[in-house]
């Protein structure tokens, strides 16, 4: 099976400016998570799709969003970039029983710099 | 959610074991142990999970101890690859399909 894939894998936009970020999960999850790694904050979690509904939400402002497919594709936006938006997003999904086993695969990451 | 305590970092020579140790003093009755880790430049990828028993597989072993409230992650043979920051994770048995992470232990493994 093919791996989670992530597009673009690097981006650099302007302070102000908006993105969209790509994520195509494994055939046949259906569970897709985003999450935020900063060198200060480490890894946060940011929100959780599940059959084109978000689940779950980190403690993120609201110029984050996102949305999923009926294929389970996944995109997330942020509006209005800030300096402190400069990240690498990474996205994982699961086939996701709704267990505590649950293992979540996660891909390569975007690394987004804003300038 | 619960919260997991590592060291900040740990030294290890290639071909030697390493124990990874972390405390979750307030893990509740449900709630799995997982372990993710990080190499460079890669997203995370998942190692082992548990619930009250000892676990093994191909990667690694987990240790959990007998009230829960720490467990180590077991590498038997360190290798140069397994440089990486590890992750000791809480999930609840059920509940929401995210992950919630400290700031785990960074490995370097020297030659």
């Known amino acids: 099976k093919a791996g989670v894939t992530q597009t673009p894998r690097y981006l650099i936009k302007t302070r102000g400016q908006q993105v969209t970020l790509s994520c195509s999960p494994i055939?046949?999850?259906?569970?897709v998570s985003w999450y935020q790694q900063t060198p200060g904050q480490g890894l946060q979690f940011l929100f959780e799709?599940?059959?084109?509904?978000?689940?779950n939400k980190g403690n993120f402002p609201g110029r984050f969003s996102g949305r999923q497919f009926s294929n389970s594709r996944s995109e997330m936006n942020v509006s209005t970039l800030e300096l402190g938006d400069s990240a690498l997003y990474l996205c994982?999904?699961?086939?996701?029983?709704?267990?505590?086993?649950?293992?979540?695969?996660f891909g390569p990451g975007t690394r987004l710099t804003v300038l | 959610d619960a919260k997991t305590t590592q060291p900040n970092s740990m030294e290890s020579n290639e071909e030697e074991p390493v124990h990874l140790p972390c405390n979750h003093s307030?893990?509740?009755?449900?709630?799995?142990i997982h372990w993710y880790r990080q190499l460079p430049s890669q997203g995370p990828e998942y190692v082992i999970h548990?619930?009250?028993s000892n676990v093994n597989n191909r990667m690694a072993s987990l240790a959990i101890a007998e009230d829960r409230k720490s467990s180590t992650l077991i590498l038997h043979r360190a290798t140069l690859r397994d440089a990486a920051v590890y992750y000791c994770?809480?999930?609840?048995?059920?509940?929401?399909?995210?992950?919630?992470f400290g700031t785990g232990t960074r490995l370097q493994v020297f030659p």
């Open positions: 994982a999904s699961s086939s996701e029983t709704g267990m505590g086993t649950d293992t979540q695969y």
């Open positions: 055939s046949g999850h259906r569970s």
């Open positions: 799709y599940f059959s084109e509904t978000q689940r």
């Open positions: 307030t893990i509740s009755g449900t709630d799995y």
């Open positions: 548990g619930l009250t």
């Open positions: 994770i809480l999930r609840g048995y059920l509940g929401a399909d995210k992950l919630i």
